[in-house]
């Protein structure tokens, strides 16, 4: 990655199995680090305020690539696991640290909040977020390994 972005992503998309709900994704990236902020709105919701969710930090483990580390920053019991889950995913997708925020509630969804809702959310959210990465970050498989093709 040359250059960071100056100005952060910003977009949102429906939140899978529910009528009037939606994912705001605000994505910053810099040159070391990506930050990364999720949240849910309901249509009814739109001028209220959202609580806070969990905060976490995740970093590439360079000894054990396959397993990155993370720490908590702030907690918050119902989306701990998923932020950290979605935070370890992408510093190894990406193999930079990343912290992301999230207050994404499930409980507009269809069933409220299934483990099946939560996974396509899961799986969404990882998929918007790789997109938007893909022209910045460079994956590991495409850095210079010394060798040249001349």
Same mark, same amino acid.
């Not at 250059?3 to 070391?32: C, H, V």
């Not at 990406?94 to 939560?118: C, D, R």
């Not at 998929?127 to 010394?146: F, H, W």
């Given at each position: 990655?040359?250059?960071?972005?100056?100005?952060?992503?910003?977009?949102?998309?429906?939140?899978?199995?529910?009528?009037?709900?939606?994912?705001?994704?605000?994505?910053?990236?810099?040159?070391?680090?990506?930050?990364?902020?999720?949240?849910?709105?309901?249509?009814?919701?739109d001028n209220n305020?959202?609580?806070m969710g969990s905060?976490?930090?995740?970093?590439?483990?360079?000894?054990?690539?396959?397993?990155?580390?993370?720490t908590t920053i702030?907690? @918050? /019991?119902?989306?701990? #696991?998923?932020?950290?889950?979605?935070?370890?995913?992408?510093?190894? +997708?990406? =193999?930079?640290? !990343?912290?992301?925020?999230?207050?994404?509630?499930?409980?507009?969804?269809?069933?409220?909040?299934? @483990? /099946?809702?939560?996974? #396509?959310?899961?799986?969404?959210?990882?998929?918007?977020?790789?997109? +938007?990465? =893909?022209?910045? !970050?460079?994956?590991?498989?495409?850095?210079?390994?010394?060798?040249?093709?001349?």
């Amino acid at each position: 990655m040359d250059d960071a972005i100056n100005e952060p992503i910003q977009l949102s998309f429906p939140l899978p199995r529910s009528l009037d709900t939606r994912i705001y994704l605000r994505l910053t990236i810099k040159q070391k680090v990506i930050m990364l902020f999720l949240t849910t709105v309901a249509a009814e919701e739109d001028n209220n305020a959202v609580p806070m969710g969990s905060f976490v930090y995740a970093l590439p483990d360079k000894y054990n690539p396959s397993q990155p580390l993370s720490t908590t920053i702030y907690s @918050v /019991e119902a989306t701990l #696991e998923f932020t950290t889950r979605l935070a370890k995913i992408l510093a190894k +997708k990406t =193999q930079m640290p !990343i912290y992301v925020g999230n207050s994404i509630s499930f409980a507009n969804t269809g069933l409220g909040g299934t @483990v /099946e809702e939560e996974m #396509e959310a899961f799986k969404k959210v990882v998929e918007v977020t790789l997109a +938007k990465l =893909q022209g910045v !970050i460079k994956p590991p498989d495409s850095l210079s390994n010394g060798t040249s093709s001349s």
